[in-house]
C-alpha cells in the first residue's frame, strides 16, 4: 500500500514562530488533506490539497504531486496550534479509504 | 450546519462483552468512514459506505466487527466480544463527493 511519512516527528516552537511541516507520500494521488488533531482528539480538517497552493489565514499548503510532497507552513504560530498535524492521501480521488501519515507533533510555548 | 456526531464518548467493558457505537454523519453527507486511532499512531481506516452500502472493508476489520449504515444515514459499529486489543479511539467521518471529510470527536473504547 502507499507510504505517508511526515517530518519533522516533534517540533517545539515559541509563540509567533514559523514553522514548515513536510509530508512525502510514494506513489501518485488525488487526494490529499491536512488535518490537525487537538489535544481533546478533535481531528479538524485544514485543507484539501491534492495539487497546487491554498492558504487560510495563518496557515498554508503546498502539494507538488508530480514530486509526490507537499508541506504545510505555519506562520506566527500561536499556543493554541499545539497538536498533532496529520496529512492523509487516497489515490482514487474518492476518498475512500484515506492513509494518513505519521504525524507531527508540536509544542508552541509561550 | 451540527457537525459529526458520536456516542458514547467514551466506553469502558469487560473483555468479552459487546459494544456498539454510533454515529450521525453531517445532513446530506452521503458518505461515511469509520477509522480507528491507537495512541501516537494516526488513524487507520475500517470501512465505508456510500449511502447505505458499505463498499470497502479493510482487513483490520476481523470477523468481530460489523458497521451497518440503514437507509443511508446514522451508522452503528459494533463490536463483539472485545478484546483488550480493540481499545482505542473509533472515529466516524462523513463527506458529500469524496472530498473534503469531517470527523467526529470521537469514541473512546477501553476494555478491562
Known amino acids: 500500500g502507499i507510504q505517508v511519512e511526515q517530518s519533522p516527528p516533534d517540533l517545539i516552537l515559541q509563540e509567533g514562530a514559523n514553522s514548515t511541516l513536510r509530508c512525502n507520500f510514494s506513489?501518485?494521488?488525488?487526494?490529499l488533506q491536512w488535518f490537525h488533531q487537538n489535544p481533546w482528539g478533535q481531528l479538524i480538517n485544514l485543507f484539501y490539497?491534492?495539487?497546487g497552493t491554498k492558504q487560510n489565514g495563518r496557515l498554508s499548503a503546498t502539494t507538488v504531486a508530480t514530486e509526490r510532497y507537499s508541506l504545510l507552513y505555519i506562520s506566527s504560530s500561536q499556543t493554541t496550534d499545539s497538536g498533532v498535524y496529520f496529512c492523509?492521501?487516497?489515490?482514487?480521488?474518492?476518498?475512500?479509504?484515506?492513509?494518513f501519515g505519521t504525524g507531527t507533533r508540536l509544542q508552541v510555548t509561550l | 450546519d451540527t457537525g459529526v456526531s458520536q456516542d458514547p464518548r467514551h466506553k469502558i467493558t469487560k473483555r468479552g462483552q459487546n459494544v456498539t457505537f454510533r454515529c450521525d454523519p453531517i445532513?446530506?453527507?452521503?458518505?461515511l468512514y469509520w477509522y480507528r486511532q491507537t495512541l501516537g499512531q494516526g488513524p487507520e481506516f475500517l470501512t465505508y459506505?456510500?449511502?447505505?452500502?458499505?463498499?470497502?472493508k479493510s482487513r483490520l476489520l476481523s470477523d468481530r466487527f460489523s458497521a451497518e449504515r440503514p437507509k443511508g444515514s446514522f451508522s452503528t459499529l459494533e463490536i463483539q466480544r472485545t478484546e483488550q486489543g480493540d481499545s482505542a479511539m473509533y472515529l466516524c467521518?462523513?463527506?458529500?463527493?469524496?472530498?473534503?471529510?469531517?470527523f467526529g470527536e470521537g469514541s473512546w473504547l477501553t476494555v478491562v
Open positions: 506513489d501518485s494521488v488525488n487526494n
Open positions: 490539497i491534492p495539487s
Open positions: 467521518a462523513s463527506a458529500y463527493s469524496g472530498n473534503t471529510i469531517y
Open positions: 445532513s446530506e453527507h452521503n458518505r
Open positions: 459506505f456510500q449511502n447505505e452500502a458499505q463498499l470497502e
Open positions: 492523509a492521501v487516497d489515490y482514487t480521488g474518492t476518498a475512500s479509504k484515506l492513509t
